[in-house]
Every structure is written in structure tokens, then in C-alpha cells.
């Protein structure tokens, strides 16, 4: 049983009862069912067969998450393009990704050819879907074209587990076409909740908007989105089933604030597009006394084995892709383990704890010692008159790299320098010490919301 059957009988019952919300539409389970029929039946009358790659540009759309129901449905191979490439970086990655259609939402039709979604839908022909069908994600981060990220359904989630959870209001804040995303649409599908989808570029007074008008009780933060509601002079008050938050270091002292605001209902889950679910931390664990739980990224979720090798984190089971597009798969190159590119190590209790990913590592000093990043943008936050933090390694001729920071702070006038020196080196020794500071009003983010190191050290480069 995939997803998408349960997601079909999920929307057989109930009709009347709303599924979708985004911006000025909103779809009854009826209405929705009726339209991924309809949109799979487009599809198929243009031509698409089981098995065929059909590339989605799309943005947070009802229509749009019920596309990619659609073409499931038909056992085909949903290839998720990322939101702001270029446009012959897109037509590059289009070209790799092998498809047979290109799906546009109207409003990126301007970048992309392909059938526009809205002139898609066809007859509400019933179908059985097909047993078996992949998704293709984009990795984000890596210079060039990103990599396609293949993962087949069977090995994923075990979603008759899921359909077993109380169905709730779920406000998704992230791309649909990310695995964060993808991941909250399907959940609140599958589990007869109503999904609500708030913008593709997140915004904090959507969100306590929608949180407040739609009576939302389940969402998920990237951190900076997190960072940004929890400083909104509306931000909301403990109304939350669940709070999720993960896809980028979270500062201990905002998940602190998370808890003494929201109560404790706030977890943290690590992951990636590669493998989609790696690690949490139920919020029944996060134990304000206990600060090491608020640094820890949990458990393992079942099923999946990590290991530390080298300081680095590996990882193999189902939540794993098959491997890369147009490359030989893991099982045959790693015996099916990943590298995730993250360092961290596991307590006596088998908690794993992040140090930071390997390319954020700030490498200094006459011996090269490594400087987590992350140890200091944690820190930096805990000081006064400091919001947001970003440590970045600086070339230097003499010593390598320098520390570098970047701070979102309260009052510009209020920052001294010297004294955020001298607090670093007091709680983490002399090789942390900052050797520059840039006051910016934010910091830079990916498309999905994480602070974008990057083009911080582009700055230097
Ligand atoms: P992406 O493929 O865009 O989802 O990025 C995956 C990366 O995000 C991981 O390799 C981690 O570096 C980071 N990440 C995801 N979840 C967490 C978490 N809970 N804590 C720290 N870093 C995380």
C-alpha cells in the first residue's frame, strides 16, 4: 500500500470536510479528490505513461501538492525542480533529469516551457494507483547543477503508521518540492488532517496569521524561520500540538525559548535530501534542566543505521536514496551507506550530536585545528543584543582561515566588538576567537531557509 492509496481513501470520506488552504483557495477532500483524477487524467491524455519522468516547477499550491499526488498515481517518476535556478542552469537540469513533460505553475511560466498546471485537468476518471513509483530531489548547497536525489516509494515511510496518527490543522512552511515539505503535505494527507500551505518564500506575519486565523496545531520550522516567528511581536502562544524543527543547526538557546513559548511540544528531527530521515528527538525528551537535550538531534529513527567514522556521520536503511540519477546506485558503490557530509558523535546513551557540517568547519592556526562553526554561532546568539549569528572561515595568508563573524543584532550601537571577543575566548579558548565582524540587518538564505554560509565566505573570495 503507497501513500497515494491511502491519501485516495483518506479523501473518500468526509467530503464536505476541508484539505487544502492555500493563499485564496480552498479545497474540500471531495474537491480534492476529484482533482488529482482530473489531473491525472491530463496527464495521460497527453501522453504520460507509468514509469515516464515528468519535471514539476511548481510553488505552495493546493493544485500543486495534488499534482504530485497525480503523478504518483500513474507510477511515474516525480522529478521536483528547485525554485530559483537560472534558466540555463534549468534547462540543463531538465535535460538531465530525462523526462518525457514539464509541468509549470502559471506563474513560472515565464522561466520554463512545459503544460501549464492550470490547463491540465482532464475527466475525473477513477484509477488504481500503481504499486510503485519514484521521487527525484534537488540538492541544495553544491556549486553547478545540483544533484537529482532518486528515491524509490517502497523504501520510505511506513505511512499505514502514519494514517494512525489524530489528524490535525498542519501549516507547512517550507517548499513543497524540498523533502521537508514534501514530507508535511503527505502526512497531513495521509492522516485526514487539513493542510494548510503558507507561502513559498516564508514569511513570519503569514505565519502567525495563518497560525491564528486557520487555528494551526502542527508545523515545521527550518531554525531561521523558527528564530524569526519566536521575535514577531504576535508570535503565537502555546496553541501547538507539535512543533517540528530541523534542516540546519538549531541554536539550544532558541529551542529553550521554543519550549518556555510553545511548551513542550518542540522536536527536533535531522535529515536530509539524501536521506530523508536520519535522526529525533520526541519532545517528551527535551528536559529544560538538562541542557545536553537541547543539543542533541535524538535517535536514530527505526530502521536506519548511523555510524561515526572519521568524525563524520554515515548513514544506510530505507529513508536512504537509491543514489544519485544517472549514477551507480549505493548498494553497489558504498554497500549502501551515504556520508552525509555532517561531523558529530554519540553519547554513552546513543543521543547523536551534530559539531557542524564538514564544509562549515573553520580550519586555523599554525596546527590547523578545527573550529565548529556551529559551537559559535550557538554561543554568539546567547549574548546580549544578538539575534542571529554566522561564524565563517576568512582566508588568511598567515594562519590558514580566520574567524569570521556575521551578526543580525538589536541596536548596531549596542555591539562592542571587543567585549564579544573576550566573552568567546572566555567560554571557548583563544583558537575561537573572532578575528572580524560584519553588523548585517539578515542573513543570507537558501531557497528553503537556511542561513547560506556560502555566500557568506563568497564575501572573501
Ligand atoms: P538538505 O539536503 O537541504 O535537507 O540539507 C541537509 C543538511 O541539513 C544536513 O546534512 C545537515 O547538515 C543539516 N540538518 C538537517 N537537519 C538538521 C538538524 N536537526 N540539526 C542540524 N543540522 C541539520
Redesign the pocket.
Same mark, same amino acid.
Given at each position: 500500500m503507497t501513500y497515494v492509496d491511502l491519501v485516495l481513501r483518506t479523501l473518500s470520506t468526509g467530503g464536505e470536510t476541508e484539505a487544502l488552504i492555500g493563499g485564496d483557495t480552498r479545497l474540500t477532500r471531495s474537491q480534492a479528490r476529484d482533482l488529482v483524477f482530473r489531473l491525472a487524467d491530463g496527464l495521460t491524455r497527453r501522453g504520460v505513461r507509468p514509469g515516464d519522468g515528468v519535471a514539476v516547477f511548481i510553488g505552495n499550491t493546493p493544485e500543486a501538492v495534488l499534482l504530485t499526488v497525480a503523478v504518483h498515481l500513474l507510477g511515474c517518476r516525480l522529478v521536483y525542480v528547485p525554485p530559483e535556478p537560472g534558466p540555463g542552469e534549468l534547462a540543463a537540469l531538465i535535460e538531465k533529469a530525462e523526462v518525457a513533460a514539464v509541468v509549470v505553475d502559471p506563474g513560472f511560466s515565464d522561466r520554463l516551457d512545459g503544460w501549464h498546471l492550470q490547463d491540465l485537468p482532464g475527466d475525473p476518471v477513477e484509477r488504481t494507483p500503481a504499486a510503485d513509483f519514484t521521487t527525484v530531489s534537488y540538492?541544495?548547497?553544491t556549486t553547478g547543477l545540483p544533484k537529482l536525489a532518486v528515491h524509490p516509494e517502497r523504501s520510505s515511510v511506513k505511512w499505514e503508521a502514519v494514517r494512525r496518527m489524530p489528524p490535525s490543522t498542519m501549516l507547512c512552511n517550507t517548499l513543497i518540492t524540498?523533502?521537508?515539505g514534501a514530507g508535511v503535505t503527505r502526512m497531513a494527507l495521509v492522516t485526514g488532517s487539513k493542510l494548510v500551505l503558507g507561502p513559498s518564500r516564508f514569511d513570519a506575519d503569514a505565519f502567525v496569521r495563518l497560525a491564528r486565523d486557520e487555528e494551526v496545531a502542527t508545523t515545521m520550522f527550518v531554525p531561521p524561520m523558527m528564530y524569526e516567528v519566536l521575535d514577531h511581536p504576535d508570535c503565537p502562544g502555546p496553541q501547538f500540538l507539535g512543533v517540528s524543527v530541523?534542516?540546519?543547526?538549531?541554536s539550544p538557546h532558541r529551542l529553550r525559548q521554543a519550549v518556555e513559548r510553545w511548551g513542550p511540544v518542540v522536536f527536533?528531527?535531522?535529515?536530509?535530501?539524501?536521506a530523508l530521515g536520519i535522526a529525533v528527538m520526541p519532545a517528551t525528551e527535551v528536559d529544560l534542566s538538562r541542557p545536553e537535550t537541547l543539543r542533541t &538531534?535524538g535517535r536514530p529513527v527505526p530502521g536506519m543505521e548511523v555510524e561515526i567514522r572519521d568524525g563524520d556521520v554515515w548513514v544506510r536503511g530505507p529513508m536512504v536514496m537509491e543514489g544519485y540519477w544517472g549514477e551507480p546506485p549505493l548498494r553497489e558503490t558504498a554497500d549502501g551507506w551515504l556520508n552525509?557530509?555532517?561531523m558529530g558523535y554519540f553519547d554513552d546513551n546513543g543521543y547523536l550530536y551534530?559539531n557542524d557540517?564538514s564544509k562549515d568547519v573553520i580550519v586555523t592556526g599554525r596546527t590547523s585545528d578545527n573550529v565548529y562553526s556551529r559551537l559559535l554561532d550557538d554561543f554568539l546568539v546567547t549574548l546580549p543584543g544578538i539575534r542571529q549569528a554566522a561564524a565563517v572561515g576568512r582566508p588568511d595568508d598567515a594562519l590558514g582561515e580566520v574567524v569570521h563573524l556575521f551578526l543580525v543584532t538589536d541596536d548596531d550601537n549596542a555591539v562592542d566588538f571587543d567585549s564579544i571577543r573576550d566573552s568567546v575566548v572566555a567560554e571557548l579558548g583563544e583558537l575561537y576567537q573572532p578575528s572580524g565582524v560584519t553588523i548585517v540587518s539578515q542573513l543570507p538564505l537558501t531557497k &528553503?531557509g537556511?542561513v547560506d554560509k556560502r555566500r557568506l565566505r563568497a564575501r572573501f573570495r
Open positions: 540538492t541544495g548547497g524540498h523533502g521537508s530541523g534542516g540546519a543547526m538549531l527536533q528531527a535531522y535529515g536530509m535530501t539524501e &538531534v552525509t557530509g555532517d551534530l557540517r &528553503v537556511k
